[in-house]
Structure formats: C-alpha cells, structure tokens
C-alpha cells in the first residue's frame, strides 16, 4: 500500500509539473490569468496583493482591469426622443454619437446660477461651434464613489473625514447610488453600489489607517468600477487625501486619461494639505486640482479640518444642481482621437457667466461620449 501510494504521488507531481489538471490541486496562477472585465466585487478575482484584512474586497490593480473597448459605455443607438414610464418619468434616449456634458453653472462670485435655458449655452469642440440637441436641468440622482486616503498620516483625520462623507451621503439625492473606497498602497472596496446609508457608513468606518498613498491607482480602479457597475447615467467620485501620491503604478496622466476613456466621471477632490511638508502639498495640490479642471469637478484645500463639512454639503448642492448639455459632434466619432470641450453661458441680469465641466474626451466609434440616458420629468427646454 505504501509502494501505491508513492507511486500515485509521483504522477501526480509530474502531471502537474506539466500542466495538466490533477483533481484537488489548483492550478498554477499563470495558467489562469485575471479577467480583463469582471467588476471588483468578484470574489473569485485574487488580490495583486494580499488585503489587510481577509474580510475586505481588495481593488486589482489598475492594469488588470482595462475594460474590453466594445463594452465601455456601448448601448444601442436611439433616435434622442423621450418615452413616458408607468411611473410618469420620462427617459431620453440619446444618439450613439452624442455628448453629453454635467455643467455647472456660478456667477461672478461663485454663486449657483438657476433657471438657465437651453439657448443660454453655447458649446465648441476642437473650436468648432456645435449645436445643442438635448438640455435638461434637474435634480437627478447619480451613481458615485467616495475615496478616503486610509494612509498611516490620516490616522487622526479620520473622524472628521467620515463624518463629513456621511454628510454628503445625507444631503445627496436620496436616490443615488454610492461605493466606498479605502486606499493606501492598496484600495479597498468597503462597500459596493448601493443606496443604503447605513451599509454605506459601515464603509466608511472600515479601515485601517497606515502604509503609503496610491491615489492614481484608486482612482483608476474606481472609475472602472463606475463603469461596470453604475446604474444611473450621471457619475461623481469625491477624493479626500491628505498628500501627494507615492505609491502608485500609474502616472496621474494615465489616471486622468482613464477617467477619460471611461466617459468621464465628474471629480471632486478635498485636500487635507494644511499640516503638509511644503514641496508635498504643492505637489499635491497641482494633482487634485488637475484630477478636478480636466472632469469638471472642484479641488477643494481647507485650513482646517472643521470645514471639511460645509465642503461635502457645497458638493452635495453642487451635483444636485447641475444642467446637462447634449450635442451632436460635427466631426464624426470614426475618426476617434481626443476633443477638447468648452462651453459658455449668458443670461440677461448676469455680466458674466463661469461654466464648469469636462475639457474633453475621447471619441471611439459605437460608443456615447458621456451617459447613456437621463430622466426628466418634461420634455427637454428649448
């Protein structure tokens, strides 16, 4: 029986060391590599590395989950016309090749401008005017990520941090849809989509503050996840970080392109800066405010860590006031490439108009430049 025994032992051992499937042995990592596509959530999925805790989702690793290019934002096209639901909400259903654009709208003093029309905005890409096809203005809800940096010199951050996050889940649409990430070197999903507020504080509250910052990686990993796993049409991540990146495998380019790629998330981002070296938080703030200018968000720097509250409302007011701004590209999308956007506004009773969104993006054939639907509850202005 003993002489069995070995003998079975060694062919076991040799078909593995062939590749072959033995029953009972997992095979070797290279011989199954990670799916481009699948959502984060997976458990199935393994960590690039181990998590800090065995019961957290650890976020892949940026390169690992580049999504397939027919499957980014792709839907079939529509004929950009209104159906009324059961419910008595219409959805627009836009053109394959329009572009949509989340703009908001402040006066000379950073004031919320309201009640704009259509005919108030005038939209240019590549310098060329374009124009508008659909507007709509509405407190709509939206699908978002927050991003907390859980690195060791946030430890006595934390607190006010969470808090004011929770702050923002409550002033939000209470129909939006949240996940929450935790990064350092790694970043964690602590909570999928949901709207449970509760499950989305639990979230918050996970995390274990040490290590060093990748914040390029999570944002990459977290614009992926927006991408496979949002429901609605408008896409937000709120960043708080408290210094520049140090750990990330991507350039803060290639982050930013990949917000790009994916149809573009809006970017709010708060820096904790106040108590940083000087060269770090310079370095730091270029980065935030660069991850916000190029999505249309706000790069937000308090003195003090009791404003970060008034801030997650001031964002919570700014998503919910938001005009979006349709058209159809004069130059076709099977050219591909990156545009540039800008857009202004005017209005009588306001000398001057300031408009905040996107600068750009990147056009693919077969895929819309922005969200795949929207709800109003009219028709759109004219």
């Given at each position: 029986m003993l002489c069995q025994n070995l003998r079975n032992s060694i062919r076991l051992l040799a078909l593995a060391a062939l590749g072959l499937a033995v029953p009972g042995l997992c095979p070797?990592?290279?011989?199954?590599?990670?799916?481009?596509a699948p959502g984060l959530q997976n458990p199935t999925r393994p960590a690039v590395q181990p998590p800090l805790d065995q019961d957290r989702d650890p976020i892949p690793s940026p390169d690992l989950v580049v999504p397939p290019k027919e499957t980014v934002g792709s839907a079939p096209a529509g004929n950009n016309q209104l159906t009324k639901k059961a419910d008595g909400v219409y959805t627009m259903h836009q053109d394959v090749d329009e572009v949509l654009l989340n703009c908001t709208v402040v006066d000379e003093k950073g004031r919320p401008v309201l009640g704009l029309s259509r005919n108030d905005f005038r939209v240019w890409e590549d310098g060329v005017p374009q124009e508008t096809s659909s507007f709509i203005h509405q407190d709509l809800p939206v699908a978002m990520g927050i991003l907390i940096d859980s690195s060791g010199s946030m430890l006595d951050k934390r607190t006010a941090v969470d808090a004011a996050a929770n702050q923002l889940l409550v002033e939000s649409n209470p129909r939006s849809t949240a996940f929450v990430?935790?990064?350092n070197e790694k970043a964690f999903l602590?909570?999928?989509?949901?709207?449970?507020?509760?499950?989305?504080?639990?979230?918050?509250?996970h995390?274990?503050?040490?290590?060093?910052?990748?914040?390029?990686?999570a944002v990459a990993a977290s614009a992926d996840e927006l991408s496979h796993h949002a429901k609605q049409p408008k896409q937000v991540l709120l960043i708080v970080t408290d210094g520049a990146?140090?750990?990330?495998?991507?350039?803060?380019?290639?982050?930013?392109?990949?917000?790009?790629?994916?149809?573009?998330?809006?970017?709010?981002t708060i820096g904790l800066l106040y108590d940083a070296e000087k060269k770090e938080a310079q370095r730091a703030r270029n980065d935030l405010e660069m991850l916000s200018a190029e999505t249309g968000g706000l790069a937000y720097f308090p003195k003090s860590l009791s404003d970060v509250d008034e801030i997650a409302s001031e964002v919570a007011r700014d998503i919910r006031n938001q005009y979006t701004v349709g058209y159809h590209a004069t130059k076709s999308t099977s050219l591909g490439g990156y545009r540039t956007v800008h857009v202004?506004?005017?209005?009588?009773?306001?000398?001057?108009?300031?408009?905040?969104?996107r600068?750009?993006?990147?056009?693919?054939?077969?895929q819309r430049n922005g969200m795949?639907?929207?709800?109003?509850?009219?028709?759109p202005q004219q």
């Open positions: 070797l990592t290279a011989q199954n590599p990670v799916e481009a990430v935790n990064f602590d909570q999928g989509f949901t709207v449970d507020r509760v499950a989305l504080r639990h979230g918050i509250d995390f274990d503050a040490r290590g060093a910052t990748a914040l390029y990686d990146d140090n750990a990330s495998r991507l350039a803060l380019e290639e982050a930013i392109r990949r917000v790009q790629n994916l149809g573009g998330p809006v970017v709010y202004e506004a005017s209005a009588p009773g306001y000398k001057h108009l300031i408009v905040r969104t600068r750009g993006y990147f056009a693919k054939p077969g795949t639907a929207q709800k109003a509850s009219a028709a």
